[in-house]
């Protein structure tokens, strides 16, 4: 272990009686006080409070955006403790120092054997932000909830708290602890027909220490772990009361409007027609900032309509140059140049020189925008020298100091109020602070709260984007029919590392990149590099198994003897597909496999081709290895989550670049999978019982390339650029081998 | 002035004729569980219901609705006598949303469409429901749909 870290348990009796547990993962291991020291600062990364009413409650460090999370962190919590399910009570955890994310940090810092998570690379190295602050989060993403602060956190003080109450009914019984038991909130003394509740024991427990490393359970002993819980965040989602940040509805609220630099970086240079706007009703002032300006007005329509009327223009870059073919152009030369070594094994160059039978692809995928359906929004209102916020952010911390740093205020002086994220994908983590910085300088002219809210083509035109990618791949067989050489030089190395690592057992592979920055913010994009390198890995992969004349199916299980989870997995998906078995006439399939954030997901697509040649999916199977399933129907609503936004992005998803600005500006050409297209979905679970894997992301880098791979069957065309709806095919069967 | 009810009250806005009902449901009643999607009719995010018909209220002028009952997700159960209505019902059932976002304007679309239809079929679902869910819920609203079907 490289990281000199510190886990404590911190248990203190509250105001009123009652137990409260915390759980960090450094800072002064003595103090039983919740507070924090400067210096040596505690990252609270779970509280539990048991009341003298027997209820528990938990507080969850993270953001609610659709992935259950207010839902399962807690039932690991309550799973440990033997909690009552009933009397669990679940809040946001308040965005302050005490609730860093440590554990967080941890888990990323273990599983890549680096200090900070790659995919804060941005936020780490921008002058705005000090690395000291990336330690003072509390991120959502990287599919890490679950299995970084649940099965470290959530458990662990679920477990230490019940130890104490143990005691604490030992104590009060005066029995041994081997003759206790507890279930549902209490603790039983079989042997003399006595019981006590948690509630009644907490503010005792509170004087017994406790223990940094308490027994947890095995599987066998859960008894919410691996139950499908209903979610405790959806009633609020059917009648209309979830509050997302866009909801924030304050007295005397006024509303922004902003127009951006289409140009991303341009600065604003000249506004016109400002008194005419002035003169509208319920205009209150016209904000001019670095890149933009905004209206404020009394009501957001208002300020929109006004909007409109100014005449603002931007400063000329060489960035109006840019378009989506001179960034392809850019990313040919950088391949024709210097690469980066990413992974080496053999010797591939040697193999493809002596080799036979060369295979070559360059592949490339676009620009996507996020597209989260609550649009962009920050509240802020300055007052008495502080100042509230309400947004929905994946980094509830993160945003707050954002805020402080921007207003020229102590981060203690920002209060963050929490609220429902209308969709995250990574749109809402703090490398996307455009919105907020836009939001807190504008209500920064203003005592009363105003709330900066984007329109649909603001947030399109303003994103922080899935960078568009190329990617050429060389393969090679010896005489044999066997591949000998792999090699993949591809387009910027983001985050996780290996998403261009192929899991197949080759023997000579040479995997490399080359840097090619543009002007179009990078943003992280549900998977992130996984989303591009999949749909290259698995359709170049194909393309060797046609070549070789193999079954893409069988062809990859053989490359797959040292791993035995990817084969198990891809089996489950072909087994469940019944893999090229009694298809009607003119519908063929397509697999993929890949490993991200921890789990295993292979997926088989069921295609055919539509009178007017485009592609329309049935069915698509997912099977999934995410060690233990904690919330079973969460794992199948994050599945069939995954694929649908994986299949957005293949038929649909295209972000073009014009004159250095984007082309596509709402869902008319920006489309997303309806209900019509929603092909049928199976999932399949395949308990491993290894680590669990994440779940928020794995789902949505296979279905590319499953798809794919089934339209070169249908049609003999092999699909290397995305997206789907810019072909138009004729069905032509390949002749199949096997 | 415009003039309409909304979820049972009568509603009397000093406001401009063309501002979209979206914008006077929520920044001047601050009816907040409407959302705002796309501002262009393509999302379906800000469905509510006039006169019983579902409407995207982003592009309905309030002149447009002048005089009408306009109900929307919070006045949903109310004006059915319920708690919650049956749509709303297997919603929880079904474990439908996620992020939830675009789950009043789906609520109401597919309300409107089983007061007129009980046992849509699924192109009939998939005619009348245009909605865009990014996260992806479909699969459980048709579930969610078709649950209501049979029992109807």
Redesign the interface.
């Given at each position: 272990m490289q990281m000199n870290r510190r886990r404590f348990i911190l248990g203190t009796t509250v105001v009123g009686g009652g137990l409260l547990i915390g759980y960090a993962s450094s800072g002064p291991s003595k103090h039983r006080q919740a507070n924090s020291d400067a210096g040596d600062r505690p990252f609270l990364t779970t509280w539990l409070r048991i009341s003298p009413d027997n209820t528990v409650t938990v507080l969850v460090p993270h953001s609610e955006?659709?992935?259950?999370i207010l839902t399962s962190l807690p039932m690991m919590a309550a799973d440990e403790l033997d909690a009552d399910w009933n009397l669990v009570r679940v809040e946001q955890a308040p965005a302050t120092d005490l609730f860093a994310n440590g554990v967080l940090i941890k888990g990323f810092a273990e599983s890549m054997g680096v200090s900070i998570p790659g995919f804060l690379d941005g936020l780490a190295s921008a002058a705005t932000m000090k690395v000291a602050e990336i330690m003072n989060m509390q991120i959502t993403g990287g599919s890490s909830s679950v299995r970084f602060t649940g099965e470290h956190g959530m458990r662990v003080a679920g477990a230490a708290a019940r130890e104490m109450l143990l005691k604490a009914a030992a104590a009060r019984l005066d029995v041994p602890e081997s003759e206790l038991s507890t279930q549902l909130s209490f603790v039983h003394h079989r042997a003399s027909g006595r019981s006590l509740s948690y509630g009644e024991l907490a503010s005792d427990a509170a004087r017994f220490e406790p223990s940094a490393k308490p027994t947890l359970k095995t599987p066998s002993q859960f008894t919410l772990m691996g139950k499908p819980i209903?979610?405790v965040?959806?009633?609020?989602?059917?009648?209309?009361?979830?509050?997302?940040g866009?909801?924030a509805?304050l007295p005397g609220m006024l509303?922004a409007a902003v127009k951006t630099s289409p140009v991303f970086g341009n600065r604003l240079q000249s506004v016109g027609n400002t008194e005419a706007v002035l003169q509208r009703?319920g205009i209150k002032r016209v904000v001019e900032l670095d890149d933009a300006v905004a209206v404020v007005a009394d009501?957001?329509?208002?300020a929109k309509q006004a909007l409109a009327l100014l005449d603002a223009r931007f400063e000329t870059t060489a960035n109006d140059e840019v378009n989506s073919r001179s960034i392809y152009a850019q990313y040919e030369t950088a391949l024709q140049g210097e690469v980066e070594e990413d992974v080496v094994e053999g010797d591939a160059p040697a193999a493809l020189a002596s080799a036979t039978d060369i295979i070559e692809a360059t592949y490339r995928v676009p620009y996507l925008a996020h597209?989260?359906?609550?649009?962009m929004n920050c509240t802020v209102h300055f007052h008495d020298g502080r100042c509230d916020v309400w947004t929905g952010t994946q980094d509830n911390l993160g945003i707050r100091g954002r805020v402080a740093k921007v207003a020229g205020l102590d981060e203690n002086a920002v209060t963050l109020h929490a609220s429902?994220?209308?969709?995250?994908?990574g749109r809402r983590l703090p490398t996307g602070t455009n919105t907020i910085d836009q939001a807190t300088q504008i209500a920064s002219h203003f005592e009363v709260p105003v709330k900066t809210?984007w329109?649909?083509e603001d947030d399109m035109q303003q994103d922080y984007y899935r960078p568009a990618v190329t990617s050429k791949f060389r393969a090679a067989f010896d005489k044999a029919g066997k591949l000998t050489a792999w090699e993949n030089h591809y387009i910027g190395k983001n985050e996780p590392a290996e998403a261009a690592h192929t899991p197949y057992s080759i023997p000579n592979k040479h995997i490399a990149y080359a840097v090619s920055d543009t002007h179009v913010p990078f943003g992280a994009w549900r998977s992130v590099a996984h989303s591009q390198h999949t749909f290259f890995l698995e359709s170049f992969v194909d393309e060797l198994a046609h070549r070789s004349g193999q079954n893409p199916y069988q062809f990859r299980l053989g490359m797959l003897a040292d791993k035995p989870r990817h084969a198990a997995v891809l089996r489950a998906a072909a087994e469940k597909a019944g893999w090229e078995r009694n298809l009607p006439v003119g519908h063929a399939q397509g697999i993929a496999l890949q490993e991200s954030f921890g789990s295993i997901v292979a997926q088989v697509a069921e295609v055919s081709i539509n009178p007017d040649g485009s592609v329309r999916v049935h069915r698509v199977t997912c099977a999934i290895d995410c060690g233990r399933a904690i919330n079973p129907?969460t794992v199948a609503?994050q599945a069939?989550?995954?694929?649908?936004?994986g299949l957005?992005a293949a038929m649909h998803g295209e972000i073009t670049i014009a004159n250095g600005r984007v082309e596509q500006g709402?869902?008319?050409d920006y489309e997303?999978?309806?209900?019509?297209d929603?092909p049928?979905?199976d999932i399949v679970t395949v308990e491993s019982g290894e680590a669990l894997g994440g779940l928020g992301e794995p789902a949505t880098p296979p279905v590319a390339a499953a798809v794919a791979n089934a339209v070169y069957i249908l049609t003999g065309q092999r699909v290397r650029e995305l997206p789907l709806k810019n072909y138009r095919f004729t069905a032509a069967p390949v002749e199949r081998a096997v | 002035m415009a003039r309409f009810r909304v979820n049972g009250e009568e509603q009397e806005l000093d406001?401009?004729p063309d501002?979209?009902l979206l914008?006077a449901l929520?920044?001047?009643l601050?009816?907040?569980?409407?959302?705002?999607?796309?501002?262009?009719a393509?999302?379906g995010?800000c469905t509510v219901q006039v006169n019983g018909n579902p409407v995207r209220s982003c592009v309905t002028p309030v002149s447009a609705v002048e005089g009408t009952n306009i109900t929307?997700?919070?006045g949903?159960?109310a004006a059915a006598e319920q708690t919650?209505t049956p749509v709303?019902q297997a919603?929880?059932e079904h474990?439908?949303?996620?992020?939830?976002?675009?789950?009043?304007g789906m609520?109401m679309a597919v309300s409107a469409l089983l007061a007129n239809n009980p046992t849509p079929s699924d192109d009939e679902?998939?005619?009348a429901?245009?909605?865009?869910?990014?996260?992806?819920?479909?699969?459980?609203?048709?579930q969610a749909i078709r649950s209501l079907g049979t029992t109807a």
């Amino acid at each position: 272990m490289q990281m000199n870290r510190r886990r404590f348990i911190l248990g203190t009796t509250v105001v009123g009686g009652g137990l409260l547990i915390g759980y960090a993962s450094s800072g002064p291991s003595k103090h039983r006080q919740a507070n924090s020291d400067a210096g040596d600062r505690p990252f609270l990364t779970t509280w539990l409070r048991i009341s003298p009413d027997n209820t528990v409650t938990v507080l969850v460090p993270h953001s609610e955006m659709g992935q259950g999370i207010l839902t399962s962190l807690p039932m690991m919590a309550a799973d440990e403790l033997d909690a009552d399910w009933n009397l669990v009570r679940v809040e946001q955890a308040p965005a302050t120092d005490l609730f860093a994310n440590g554990v967080l940090i941890k888990g990323f810092a273990e599983s890549m054997g680096v200090s900070i998570p790659g995919f804060l690379d941005g936020l780490a190295s921008a002058a705005t932000m000090k690395v000291a602050e990336i330690m003072n989060m509390q991120i959502t993403g990287g599919s890490s909830s679950v299995r970084f602060t649940g099965e470290h956190g959530m458990r662990v003080a679920g477990a230490a708290a019940r130890e104490m109450l143990l005691k604490a009914a030992a104590a009060r019984l005066d029995v041994p602890e081997s003759e206790l038991s507890t279930q549902l909130s209490f603790v039983h003394h079989r042997a003399s027909g006595r019981s006590l509740s948690y509630g009644e024991l907490a503010s005792d427990a509170a004087r017994f220490e406790p223990s940094a490393k308490p027994t947890l359970k095995t599987p066998s002993q859960f008894t919410l772990m691996g139950k499908p819980i209903p979610r405790v965040d959806i009633p609020a989602k059917v009648d209309g009361s979830a509050q997302y940040g866009i909801d924030a509805h304050l007295p005397g609220m006024l509303y922004a409007a902003v127009k951006t630099s289409p140009v991303f970086g341009n600065r604003l240079q000249s506004v016109g027609n400002t008194e005419a706007v002035l003169q509208r009703r319920g205009i209150k002032r016209v904000v001019e900032l670095d890149d933009a300006v905004a209206v404020v007005a009394d009501n957001y329509w208002r300020a929109k309509q006004a909007l409109a009327l100014l005449d603002a223009r931007f400063e000329t870059t060489a960035n109006d140059e840019v378009n989506s073919r001179s960034i392809y152009a850019q990313y040919e030369t950088a391949l024709q140049g210097e690469v980066e070594e990413d992974v080496v094994e053999g010797d591939a160059p040697a193999a493809l020189a002596s080799a036979t039978d060369i295979i070559e692809a360059t592949y490339r995928v676009p620009y996507l925008a996020h597209a989260a359906m609550e649009p962009m929004n920050c509240t802020v209102h300055f007052h008495d020298g502080r100042c509230d916020v309400w947004t929905g952010t994946q980094d509830n911390l993160g945003i707050r100091g954002r805020v402080a740093k921007v207003a020229g205020l102590d981060e203690n002086a920002v209060t963050l109020h929490a609220s429902y994220l209308g969709g995250g994908f990574g749109r809402r983590l703090p490398t996307g602070t455009n919105t907020i910085d836009q939001a807190t300088q504008i209500a920064s002219h203003f005592e009363v709260p105003v709330k900066t809210l984007w329109s649909r083509e603001d947030d399109m035109q303003q994103d922080y984007y899935r960078p568009a990618v190329t990617s050429k791949f060389r393969a090679a067989f010896d005489k044999a029919g066997k591949l000998t050489a792999w090699e993949n030089h591809y387009i910027g190395k983001n985050e996780p590392a290996e998403a261009a690592h192929t899991p197949y057992s080759i023997p000579n592979k040479h995997i490399a990149y080359a840097v090619s920055d543009t002007h179009v913010p990078f943003g992280a994009w549900r998977s992130v590099a996984h989303s591009q390198h999949t749909f290259f890995l698995e359709s170049f992969v194909d393309e060797l198994a046609h070549r070789s004349g193999q079954n893409p199916y069988q062809f990859r299980l053989g490359m797959l003897a040292d791993k035995p989870r990817h084969a198990a997995v891809l089996r489950a998906a072909a087994e469940k597909a019944g893999w090229e078995r009694n298809l009607p006439v003119g519908h063929a399939q397509g697999i993929a496999l890949q490993e991200s954030f921890g789990s295993i997901v292979a997926q088989v697509a069921e295609v055919s081709i539509n009178p007017d040649g485009s592609v329309r999916v049935h069915r698509v199977t997912c099977a999934i290895d995410c060690g233990r399933a904690i919330n079973p129907d969460t794992v199948a609503s994050q599945a069939e989550s995954g694929v649908i936004f994986g299949l957005t992005a293949a038929m649909h998803g295209e972000i073009t670049i014009a004159n250095g600005r984007v082309e596509q500006g709402n869902f008319p050409d920006y489309e997303m999978i309806r209900m019509r297209d929603t092909p049928a979905i199976d999932i399949v679970t395949v308990e491993s019982g290894e680590a669990l894997g994440g779940l928020g992301e794995p789902a949505t880098p296979p279905v590319a390339a499953a798809v794919a791979n089934a339209v070169y069957i249908l049609t003999g065309q092999r699909v290397r650029e995305l997206p789907l709806k810019n072909y138009r095919f004729t069905a032509a069967p390949v002749e199949r081998a096997v | 002035m415009a003039r309409f009810r909304v979820n049972g009250e009568e509603q009397e806005l000093d406001i401009e004729p063309d501002m979209p009902l979206l914008w006077a449901l929520r920044d001047e009643l601050g009816l907040t569980g409407t959302k705002f999607g796309c501002g262009v009719a393509a999302c379906g995010a800000c469905t509510v219901q006039v006169n019983g018909n579902p409407v995207r209220s982003c592009v309905t002028p309030v002149s447009a609705v002048e005089g009408t009952n306009i109900t929307t997700i919070e006045g949903l159960a109310a004006a059915a006598e319920q708690t919650l209505t049956p749509v709303q019902q297997a919603w929880i059932e079904h474990q439908v949303p996620q992020c939830g976002y675009c789950q009043s304007g789906m609520i109401m679309a597919v309300s409107a469409l089983l007061a007129n239809n009980p046992t849509p079929s699924d192109d009939e679902i998939d005619g009348a429901i245009t909605n865009v869910c990014r996260c992806g819920t479909y699969p459980r609203i048709r579930q969610a749909i078709r649950s209501l079907g049979t029992t109807a």
